[in-house]
């Protein structure tokens, strides 16, 4: 690990931030309360894509939203925003009600959203109304629409956050980036408040398209809520998801001096690059990743209770993962995989996975891994099978990893 991170741990350390609300829209629920029961009862959020531009697809499933956005919001904001951005926006209302509406002056209220492909559903709907209409029929609200920071921007705006409104751009490992970011705000003194996390909705055409000529996607067309089974023999290829999940990072001192409820604490964060290969997995950047975090929350590989597990459902992520934990952490931890459930949603399945962490630690409840029918007998963990896995952790970790060699692991603990 190098220097500049353990001075950093060290330099922040007694400052401590804890999450104090959560909201979520997600192929399991419209709110965080909603797809945490879905996820306990193992539920699926799979289906097969009825719209028309899917069907000569090769892939033609995936995890839709359970509630649509557009209909939560007022009609005339909604028409304005893409579906990104409803996302962000509907998720942080939410959170942001959660954690009490905290009172904090706008200069040091933040506000940090990752996304991996931002409005690309507004671009690519807006390209064709060019290609068949003309220049003159395209939505002034296009470019708005279509930026990545978009989100972020529509969220600092509503709350009045004034402290910084950021969009870390990190593929699949965007949401879980945004939470680090969010805790550097506040250990470095430059906010005190923070709305964290991810967004994404790009279940589109070109898309999927995309992905299936990788051979990245479960090909199980008739069989959607079969099709993602992280660390099963039978494992093809993960589900395409959408959705957003949005916390409240705050000082546990300011959340302790007005009251409010504490989920859970974000110990620490490791981020890390492979610098190796453009989609691949790395087993020593993803350990370098969980390193950083552990030291710079202060636990010890041994008092990891669980790990919420990146685990698409490919067969190479998967196996490269489970023996980075093994290495790292041990075989102690137990492990699941909430992906099973809503499908990868991109740039939102890291802020989802540290969502599910602090929920965990808080409940004492983990979710099992749904399809998990015939365990790889080389994968070496406690895999959650079968039910809820009930346990008193103090300490849980969560993994996201995305295209790029991008790694970021999050260290949450017990309030």
């Not at 199980?220 to 993602?228: C, F, I, T």
């Not at 099963?232 to 000082?251: H, N, P, Y």
């Not at 453009?278 to 950047?285: E, L, P, Q």
């Not at 952490?329 to 990868?344: C, E, F, I, Y």
Request: hydrophobic content about 45%.
């Amino acid at each position: 690990m190098g220097q500049h991170s353990v001075d950093k741990a060290q330099a922040h350390a007694d400052i401590e931030v804890v999450v104090t609300g959560m909201g979520a829209s997600t192929p399991l629920g419209g709110d965080a309360a909603s797809t945490w029961a879905a996820m306990l009862a193992g539920e699926s959020g799979a289906s097969a894509l009825e719209q028309e531009w899917a069907k000569d697809l090769p892939v033609r499933i995936a995890a839709q939203l359970a509630v649509d956005p557009a209909e939560v919001l007022p009609r005339v904001e909604a028409r304005k925003l893409d579906r990104c951005e409803q996302l962000a926006l509907v998720g942080a209302r939410e959170a942001w009600a959660d954690a009490g509406r905290p009172e904090v002056d706008g200069e040091r209220l933040a506000v940090v959203i990752g996304t991996g492909t931002g409005g690309a559903g507004s671009l690519l709907a807006q390209d064709d109304v060019l290609e068949q209409y003309g220049a003159r029929k395209v939505s002034p609200y296009v470019v708005p629409m279509l930026m990545a920071n978009g989100p972020a921007a529509w969220v600092s705006m509503d709350l009045g956050a004034r402290g910084g409104a950021r969009t870390p751009v990190s593929a699949c490992s965007s949401g879980a980036e945004a939470i680090a970011m969010a805790l550097d705000l506040i250990r470095l003194g430059r906010a005190d408040v923070v709305v964290a996390g991810g967004t994404e909705a790009c279940v589109a055409a070109l898309p999927m398209a995309g992905f299936a000529q990788m051979t990245a996607l479960s090909k199980r067309n008739d069989e959607p809520a079969l099709a993602s089974r992280p660390f099963d023999t039978e494992r093809d290829g993960f589900v395409l998801g959408e959705g957003a999940a949005l916390l409240v990072l705050e000082r546990a001192d300011r959340a302790r001096a007005r009251g409010a409820r504490a989920y859970a604490r974000v110990a620490g964060a490791g981020i890390t690059s492979s610098a190796d290969h453009i989609t691949a997995s790395d087993a020593d950047g993803q350990s370098r990743a969980i390193r950083q975090a552990l030291t710079e929350s202060g636990v010890a590989p041994q008092d990891i209770g669980f790990v919420h597990a990146h685990a698409t459902s490919t067969p190479a992520g998967d196996a490269v993962e489970a023996q980075v934990i093994a290495d790292v952490l041990g075989r102690h931890p137990v492990v699941t995989a909430t992906k099973s459930m809503t499908g990868h949603l991109l740039g939102a399945s890291g802020a989802l996975g540290a969502m599910v962490t602090a929920l965990a630690l808080r409940e004492g409840r983990l979710p099992a891994i749904r399809n998990l029918d015939h365990p790889d007998p080389e994968i070496k963990l406690d895999l959650v099978a079968g039910g809820v896995r009930h346990g008193e952790w103090q300490a849980g970790l969560a993994n996201s990893y995305g295209f790029g060699g991008h790694n970021v692991s999050l260290v949450f603990t017990r309030v």
